[in-house]
């Protein structure tokens, strides 16, 4: 008879601790389900510069809903298809950090400088601009924030997992960052108002921290593996053979397939890592960067393609084997400069672009190309002024695709009564609406839920002065997904207090 493993067991060697993946032996998944100790998860995955307007082109009228067959993913959000029963829109939520007067003196939530600021409150719901003021401390120079919600639900975690959370991104080319500290257009993860958790663009360091073994001589082991060429799997192959032992024939051939994976995974991290620049760390920085401080697709053998693949890859991996429970995942900076060459014809033709091989879409150069939404309704919506430009588009349609593969890699993994996405939280969302640097109205997809969020819908609350906020989502999800007893959350310069968003509730 085979013996049952903890849940902790791990493949061991040299400086690395690799964890198992799900196995029969672990333990049977029904007394795990009803032991309630299916993991719950925060995924959340940022994109800059707003949406096209194709991303409401589905949206149901100012304070419906739509669900079942009645509810259409919109072109951008295409690749999301095979899971839509899983997946849930939500439409018209502003973010009122800041409200200006306008001279009809209605209040919105625009802002400018936008960009960094409306990066900085995505996941925090405050002004960073106005903490610095309180605090008497230069804008172009200050990083203040407050705590994010991925961090305040990461605390509640502590020490479940061997990573408490973990911050990844593609971005690798800085783009302009409105005369604000680089904290706040290249960082999601806040863990203290002063503490900006700087987001991991190079997949070798992720590697390296999922299959460490967090012990002090870790990297210096790893660099001799590396330099001997071998693979972390050569480190923990004794561990290896004595766990076959012990388990089933079947838990032997997932084990196999599973280090084949991290094998292949670790190649590619490796490729990619050789033609990929660590971002600086998170500080005022006095003057715009230059081309010289990142790389464009194509440059110096980059592959932004192969790169979104291997982190969505790594993500995948830290998820399965219970190496972290919290991840921020942000698409590229905000206002970036990035040229998205690698985009194939699949996505540019989904949205309308005719296929140029290897045509140049720039990023922020394409989010202020042609495109204006009223703030004006008709019909229950927004009144289009003029339709986006297909360059904006398509590099929205790559985004969403590279996000909507993530999502499928974890609904493919059995967890419990589900999947690894059911019992994950999945955030797809921007810091600002479209063309026009608007901070209400943001695009936001949620995907699995741990079964209390509702799915296979779209939510549009009212429009612009009567909406509802983005601090109220977070708030909504920390107290119902996570259980955690927060009586607040963000600011709203209005004075509104934080209420619930009962309406995405299963």
């Not at 939500?90 to 400088?113: A, F, I, K, M």
């Not at 890699?409 to 969302?429: Q, R, S, W």
């Not at 920390?478 to 004075?495: A, K, Q, Y």
Request: with cysteine.
């Amino acid at each position: 008879m085979k013996t049952i493993l903890s849940r902790r067991t791990v493949l061991r060697g040299a400086g690395v601790a690799l964890s198992l993946p799900w196995l029969e032996a672990l333990a049977p998944r029904f007394a795990r389900a009803a032991a309630g100790s299916i993991p719950r998860r925060l995924l959340i995955c940022a994109f800059p510069n707003g949406a096209p307007h194709d991303w409401w082109s589905t949206a149901p009228a100012f304070g419906t809903s739509v669900s079942g067959d009645a509810f259409k993913l919109p072109n951008v959000l295409a690749p999301f298809q095979p899971i839509k029963h899983k997946v849930m829109m939500v439409s018209r939520l502003g973010n009122y950090t800041w409200s200006h007067v306008r001279p009809d003196e209605t209040q919105t939530p625009s802002v400018e400088p936008s960009h960094a600021r409306c990066m900085s409150a995505v996941t925090t719901c405050i002004d960073a601009d106005e903490v610095a003021r309180k605090a008497n401390l230069p804008l172009d120079s200050a990083v203040r924030s407050t705590t994010s919600v991925d961090q305040l639900i990461a605390q509640t975690l502590q020490g479940q997992t061997g990573l408490n959370s973990m911050q990844t991104g593609l971005g690798v080319k800085p783009g302009f960052f409105d005369y604000r500290s680089y904290a706040y257009n290249q960082v999601l993860s806040w863990k203290s108002p002063t503490e900006p958790l700087k987001r991991n663009v190079n997949p070798r360091v992720i590697f390296d921290a999922l299959v460490g073994s967090g012990n002090a001589q870790t990297p210096a082991e790893l660099a001799r593996l590396k330099a001997r060429e071998k693979s972390v799997l050569d480190a923990v192959r004794e561990d290896t053979n004595r766990i076959k032992k012990r388990v089933s024939s079947r838990d032997q051939q997932v084990l196999d397939q599973y280090l084949t994976t991290v094998r292949s995974l670790e190649l590619a991290a490796e490729q990619v890592s050789a033609t990929c620049r660590t971002l600086p760390a998170p500080n005022a920085v006095p003057e715009p960067p230059g081309p010289q401080q990142g790389l464009s697709q194509g440059q110096d053998g980059y592959d932004h393609e192969l790169h979104a693949d291997v982190m969505n890859d790594l993500i995948t991996l830290a998820f399965e084997c219970d190496r972290t429970r919290v991840v921020t995942h942000l698409l590229d900076d905000a206002r970036s400069e990035f040229e998205y060459r690698n985009i194939p014809a699949s996505d540019r033709t989904r949205v309308g672009l005719t296929y140029n091989a290897g045509a140049s879409l720039h990023y922020h150069g394409s989010q202020h190309g042609e495109g204006e939404l009223a703030d004006t309704t008709e019909n229950g919506q927004y009144k289009i002024v003029r339709p986006s430009n297909r360059d904006f588009a398509a590099i929205n349609a790559w985004m969403g695709r590279k996000v909507a593969e993530l999502a499928l890699k974890l609904d493919a993994i059995p967890e419990g009564d589900g999947t690894v996405l059911d019992h994950t939280t999945l955030v797809f969302l921007s810091e600002m609406r479209t063309h026009d640097h608007d901070a209400f109205d943001l695009p936001i997809l949620i995907a699995g839920g741990n079964g209390i969020l509702k799915r296979n819908t779209h939510i549009a609350y009212n429009s612009v002065g009567n909406d509802r906020q983005l601090r109220d989502m977070w708030y909504t999800l920390m107290r119902h997904v996570f259980g955690m007893p927060v009586t607040s959350f963000g600011e709203d310069t209005r004075g509104v207090a934080n209420a619930e968003l009962t309406e995405i509730l299963a």
